[in-house]
């Protein structure tokens, strides 16, 4: 493709001379270089050193890594200090922070589990990104030996390699990842609507499956004021888990795919409304608040929105 | 450049009165009364007909009061929102375009959606730069001043995260097209075109994936087929006739047009070439979208079409019987929008809706109808076909092909339930 623009670019020049096509480039229509050999001259030419401070992407393939090594033993130390805060000690995920680990065999569930070991095709991304994004707050903090650990660590923690297991260049491309073969190219378009104009369908199979009512719009927050303090872990673990950590009196338990996919479905707005003046259901009963009057209705929403999150 | 309530106040007659607007603009509008009054209308009446507003009486206060605009302090409730429960924090997280709220096609900076995966980096222009490597015959580096040489390019076009609606797979839920719909922005962008950088750098044989990376940092990188560089790709460092905004990239990012907003790389800066693409976390644990038979698609670039009805809309409820104007956006990864067609029976008879902006391709279109409406429930749809003939599918065809766990490309017609008291409602249909 690129040598075919550039023989276009050639044509171009030769049909119409140069110095014609620079200043006139719209949408779709490359830029021709005026026909100068070496296009504008703008710019330096980027150095060796240069490129290698930020050229830190890595394929597949390999392409990219650095020389090193680091241990699944080395990588515990590493995980438990820098990534275990958000993604849990055994990689389960915390507070929406996402699961590294589990979730095999849940991807044609109604609610797939992804994470590196059930999803993610490559190790190469698990290294990547690592090295280019995490620690959250810290990005490009780690050295190239702490990537390669921590990357060992949670490919340990998905069951993929041994506790004894050193990750190094050399050994990179033995280790797949399960989903791999999974991965397929984009083969939309994939549905084929017609433009129909009349009585296109029958009146009687229309029926609301789902449905939302306008509720009062949040405040808008000022960029100056604080980011609310996330409480509704904090309240579910004061008030709502003695029943939905066990599942009593029916209640759903956060993260149970088949407690949550009915009720999620209703919309917010009501899991909000019953859980706040409580609810008889087929299977359960839920008290006004769950008995916690002196929960405010915000506490109360805010919880209900941490076990949502737990769920989805 | 920000509001302040010293400002606000100075623009209002009486203090009490802009305390009033915005206790009733934070309700939501969503009582009948509310809506009902504009500007200047206060409780007393004091400015109506005949009698002489306060404001036809006196002075207001001189040019350069507010060297850079605006909006009117009555205006207040159109601002960015986000959704608390779908991100464990701001800092890595989404805000949504106030929809409803718009007119035409272009999306006013100030509230275009934003997307962050590690908070809105301020750069300083003179310290940034832009790096073209790998199998290219001249690595180069740009300084901003370098890419302002080049000649330029200013297309309008729309921007689209491929999650927009993508809370919506299982059911309605999000109260607002703001929230339903509001991923979604259209500016106009004046930049380079990438294939003019790529030129100058000279591609070497053989290369087939362009790497674009960001400067915050999540260092967010996607990779990009050559063909889409070499096609309408640009380098952006303008929006809507000035810089780029902080949060859409300041001071250049990358626009692939029609494409998913998040191979738009902001903050760039870096692009490297090469023959395969990378497979990076952007492009694999995310934007893939998960098939019931547990594949996934990878590199599903391409917004297709999709049209959603603003107004009315549940910021937008109507009050009483009467001739309304029906009006929404519809756009299409694809080129031009062809048809709008709208339905108030729930997909059972469709009239074509007129645009009312000029059809540009891969823009957002405005489209309108007149409807008399006699007080009765109404489902509410919008359809859109593009030019390449394809017709926005309903839930149901997209939902048969692809679950409901591909998280990303939801384009399915959408229903507003228009119930007896003007108020409208978020509903799915069988």
């Known amino acids: 493709m690129c040598s075919s623009h550039r023989t276009l670019i050639v044509l171009l020049v030769a049909l119409f001379g140069g110095g014609m096509f620079g200043g006139g480039v719209f949408a779709g229509v490359s830029s021709a270089d005026g026909g100068v050999d070496h296009g504008y001259g703008y710019g330096k030419t980027a150095t060796i050193e240069e490129i290698s401070g930020w050229d830190i992407d890595v394929r597949p393939d390999g392409k990219g890594l650095p020389p090193g090594a680091g241990s699944v033993e080395d990588g515990e130390y590493l995980y438990e200090d820098k990534c275990a805060e958000c993604h849990g000690s055994f990689g389960e995920g915390n507070n929406q922070f996402p699961a590294l680990a589990g979730g095999e065999g849940t991807l044609t569930d109604k609610r797939p589990h992804r994470t590196v070991g059930s999803y993610w095709p490559h190790t190469s991304t698990l290294w990547d990104y690592i090295n280019r994004a995490m620690p959250y707050t810290q990005p490009e903090s780690l050295s190239d030996t702490e990537v390669y650990a921590i990357t060992a660590y949670v490919l340990f923690l998905n069951d993929l390699v041994a506790d004894d297991f050193v990750l190094s260049r050399e050994n ?28 296109c369908k029958e009146p009687g199979s229309i029926h609301v499956v789902t449905s939302v009512e306008r509720q009062p719009a949040q405040p808008v927050i000022a960029q100056s004021a604080p980011l609310p303090v996330p409480v509704g872990e904090d309240i579910y673990r004061q008030a709502c888990g003695m029943c939905h950590e066990n599942g009593i009196t029916g209640a759903p338990k956060p993260g149970d795919d088949r407690d949550w996919s009915g009720r999620v479905d209703q919309g917010m707005a009501v899991l909000v409304r019953h859980a706040i003046e409580g609810f008889q259901g087929e299977t359960g009963i839920m008290l006004p608040k769950g008995g916690f009057s002196h929960l405010s209705d915000d506490e109360v929403e805010s919880a209900v929105v941490y076990m949502v999150g737990e769920s989805l | 450049m920000e509001k302040t309530d010293k400002q606000a106040g100075e623009m209002l007659p009486k203090p009490e009165l802009a305390r009033r607007r915005f206790l009733m603009g934070s309700m939501g509008l969503v009582g009948g009364a509310a809506i009902g009054l504009g500007p200047g209308v206060s409780a007393a009446g004091n400015n109506l007909p005949p009698n002489i507003p306060a404001w036809t009486k006196s002075l207001g206060p001189g040019v350069l009061t507010k060297p850079y605009g605006q909006p009117s302090p009555f205006e207040s409730n159109v601002q960015r929102r986000t959704v608390d429960w779908l991100t464990p924090d701001r800092i890595a997280s989404i805000s949504f375009t106030p929809l409803a709220d718009l007119k035409g096609i272009i999306t006013p900076s100030g509230v275009v959606f934003e ?197 009315p809309s549940p910021e937008k409820p109507w ?19 062809k048809h709008v067609d709208v339905s108030t029976d729930g997909g059972i008879n469709w009239r074509e809706a007129r645009f009312t902006s000029i059809v540009l391709p891969k823009a957002l279109t405005r489209f309108g109808i007149e409807l008399d409406w006699d007080g009765s429930p109404l489902l509410l749809q919008s359809r859109a076909v593009d030019e390449t003939g394809f017709v926005q599918p309903t839930y149901a065809q997209l939902k048969k092909v692809r679950g409901t766990s591909s998280i990303y490309h939801k384009n399915a017609i959408h229903t507003w339930q228009v119930r007896p008291d003007g108020s409208i409602a978020n509903v799915q249909l069988s």
């Open chain 2, 319 to 337: 009050q009483q019987k009467g001739r309304y104007w029906v009006e929404g956006l519809a756009w299409s990864g694809h080129g031009k929008i």
């Open chain 1, 172 to 199: 990179f491309a033995t280790v797949d990842l399960p989903n791999k073969p999974n991965f397929v190219p984009d083969s939309r378009p994939d549905t084929y609507n017609v433009r129909c104009m009349k009585d």
């Open chain 2, 115 to 311: 997307r962050y995966h590690a908070g809105l980096p301020a750069i300083e222009p003179t310290e940034h730069r832009l790096m073209i490597h790998g199998m290219v015959d001249r690595p180069l580096i740009f300084t901003m001043e370098d890419l302002m040489k080049f000649p330029s390019t200013s297309v309008i076009r729309f921007l689209e995260c491929p999650a927009n609606g993508g809370m919506e797979w299982r059911g309605a839920q999000m109260d607002g097209v703001q929230f339903t719909h509001g991923m979604l922005a259209c500016c106009e962008w004046t930049g380079v075109m990438l294939s003019t950088l790529l030129s100058e750098a000279g591609v070497k044989k053989g290369a087939s994936w362009v790497l674009a990376e960001g400067a915050d940092g999540s260092h967010m990188s996607r990779s990009i087929p050559m063909d889409k560089a070499m096609d309408d790709a640009m380098i952006v460092y303008a929006q809507n006739g000035e810089m780029l905004r902080p949060e859409q990239g300041y001071p250049v990012r990358l626009i692939n047009p029609g494409w998913e907003g998040n191979t738009c790389v902001k903050w760039l800066r870096r692009l490297e070439v090469g023959d395969k693409p990378w497979h990076h976390r952007e492009e694999t644990s995310k934007y893939s979208d998960l098939m019931p038979d547990g594949t996934s698609r990878e590199f599903s670039f391409a917004q297709e079409c999709n049209s959603v009805i603003t107004s």
